[in-house]
């Protein structure tokens, strides 16, 4: 196997699992499963550009240079994930599931909209750091300089999420919460505060991945965002619900998977890939209904 | 001032009434049972108490303090431990974490570590395996782990909900005697659910009697005649009257 196609399915697979981790860790705490992130992502690209319906973009915050950019896009995420728990979710803590699933749809559809409304329906080009296109040499391989930066960039929120949930009290919290929110708040901890930091996180989640889309597209589309999140449903579905390493090995899966059919395909069938992955999907589904990850002691609860 | 004061509470599950105008007292100190058959309504009320359920009508106080309504984290936050039925482990975490899970209120760090030793002493293999997951944990062990982790947030009033269910009398024993010595030792008030009365009557203590909803008979356990506390293995209406 080629050292490039390994580099495909990591990136790949890492965007999936970042994706997935977004959706997995607000529905651990509370039983939504937000699509609008989609839409959070591509309120975070917009973000980026001088609103106007001209198809040329003109860069706003997407001129800064990349220490101000950066952590501009991850607050702006971060602000409006926090922004529509507080305004929309929070009230509805008591619905169903399903209840919950139909005001992220409202509330993703809601934002497409103000973005329409402001940039106009047509993809604009956007150029963001067009130097990192360039390939480099990695390991005796021609990489894109941009797809080693994501890997790391994943790789490194991996572990810094991973050492937040295991050694803060928040972090304890969460993975409590996400387990019997019902019962952690039996021992004082508080709902507002873990699912806030939920969203929190969720943002910077979808910021993150905005500015990769971007870097990598160099486009910016009020759609972007919609086909992800329905990976991201998927590989948490697959990953156990609610399992936040599930997610991420899960989506990493599917990554990988999608790489893998891409290039292994024959030529004709390429174009129906996706047939190929979600097949494989309803097989896993059908042998392990519970996710591919779930402990039997935890999947009852759902 | 009592320590918990129910009034008229009233609780409903759609058109089904698990609780229809029930009131009692809890002082300080007191260790109170709450005993009937199943679908009585006593887990309604305990839940209730700690904030789980919200009541349709009736007012409950904790120290004087009008808790309807609050959530389960703000009554917590008073100084009110459940320890639900079903024990409610947290498996995907290790014991320790399950243990100061219940401590993020607490402002006391050395008090906190004082407490876990505590916990540790008396529960060694809590100690023993406090790395490994909670849910590696026999049942009896679990029970362990909940009154520990309930007593890790320092209470004032812990709930217990039916703690002998699922395990084996001898342990059930154990359970027993640690609550009373933690009582004894913290002062704390205690109320458990259970759904016969035989070890209210070995234990003492008040005994609240509840059936369909209501509360058919409160007192002393001693004050209890002794048939009734005996044929009271499953109570019926009868018995209680």
């Known amino acids: 196997m080629n050292l490039q196609l390994v580099f495909d399915a990591l990136s790949l697979g890492g965007i999936y699992a970042t994706a997935a981790l977004g959706v997995a860790l607000i529905f651990g705490v509370m039983k939504l499963v937000n699509f609008a992130q989609g839409q959070f992502l591509a309120f975070c690209v917009f973000a980026l550009i001088i609103p106007s319906k001209d198809a040329v973009a003109v860069m706003g915050l997407g001129a800064a240079p990349a220490y101000v950019l950066i952590p501009m896009v991850l607050l702006i995420g971060v602000g409006l994930a926090v922004l529509s728990e507080l305004l929309v979710f929070r009230h509805l803590r008591d619905a169903e599931p399903v209840s919950l699933m139909v005001a992220s749809f409202a509330l993703g559809i809601v934002i497409q909209n103000l973005l329409l409304m402001t940039y106009g329906g047509r993809p604009k080009a956007v150029s963001l750091w067009p130097n990192l296109g360039k390939p480099v040499d990695f390991l005796g391989a021609e990489v894109p300089l941009l797809q080693i930066i994501v890997i790391f960039t994943i790789v490194l929120m991996l572990i810094l999420l991973s050492v937040g949930l295991k050694f803060t009290r928040i972090g304890l919290e969460m993975r409590a919460a996400a387990e019997n929110f019902g019962m952690a708040r039996l021992l004082g901890v508080r709902a507002n505060r873990v699912i806030m930091m939920a969203f929190a996180i969720s943002g910077v989640l979808a910021a993150m991945l905005a500015l990769i889309f971007v870097a990598q597209t160099g486009v910016a589309d009020v759609r972007m965002g919609s086909s992800i999140v329905l990976i991201a449903f998927v590989a948490t579905v697959l990953g156990g619900m609610g399992s936040l390493p599930g997610a991420v090995l899960a989506g990493l899966l599917l990554g990988a998977v999608s790489t893998l059919l891409q290039a292994y395909l024959p030529v004709e069938l390429r174009p129906f890939r996706d047939a190929f992955l979600y097949g494989l999907v309803i097989v896993v589904l059908l042998v392990r209904p519970q996710g591919l990850f779930t402990l039997s002691s935890v999947s009852n609860r759902i | ?241």
């Open chain 2, 1 to 241: 001032m009592s320590k918990i004061a129910v009034h008229d509470l009233v609780v409903s599950f759609g058109k089904l009434m698990a609780l229809r105008e029930v009131s009692f007292l809890v002082e300080e100190g007191d260790l109170v049972f709450i005993a009937g058959p199943n679908g009585a309504g006593k887990s309604s009320l305990l839940r209730s108490i700690a904030g789980e359920i919200q009541p349709r009508k009736g007012r409950i106080e904790i120290d004087g303090t009008i808790v309807t309504g609050a959530g389960p984290e703000v009554i917590a936050r008073m100084g009110v431990s459940m320890v639900p039925e079903g024990r409610r482990v947290f498996s995907t975490l290790t014991i320790e974490e399950n243990l100061m899970l219940g401590t993020g209120m607490r402002r006391d760090k050395a008090a906190i570590a004082a407490d876990l030793e505590e916990i540790y002493t008396t529960f060694p293999i809590l100690k023993e395996r406090r790395t490994t997951s909670a849910g590696a944990l026999s049942g009896g062990q679990q029970q362990m782990l909940v009154i520990g982790r309930a007593i890790m947030t320092n209470p004032k009033i812990v709930l217990v909900d039916e703690p002998s269910l699922g395990l084996a009398p001898k342990v059930v024993d154990e359970v027993y005697n640690q609550l009373c010595a933690l009582r004894k030792e913290r002062g704390l008030t205690l109320v458990i659910v259970e759904q016969s009365t035989s070890r209210a009557a070995r234990v003492g203590g008040k005994l609240i009697l509840l059936n369909n909803g209501e509360i058919t008979r409160q007192g002393r356990v001693e004050d209890f005649a002794d048939d009734d506390l005996i044929s009271g293995a499953y109570f019926g209406m009868e018995s209680g009257e």
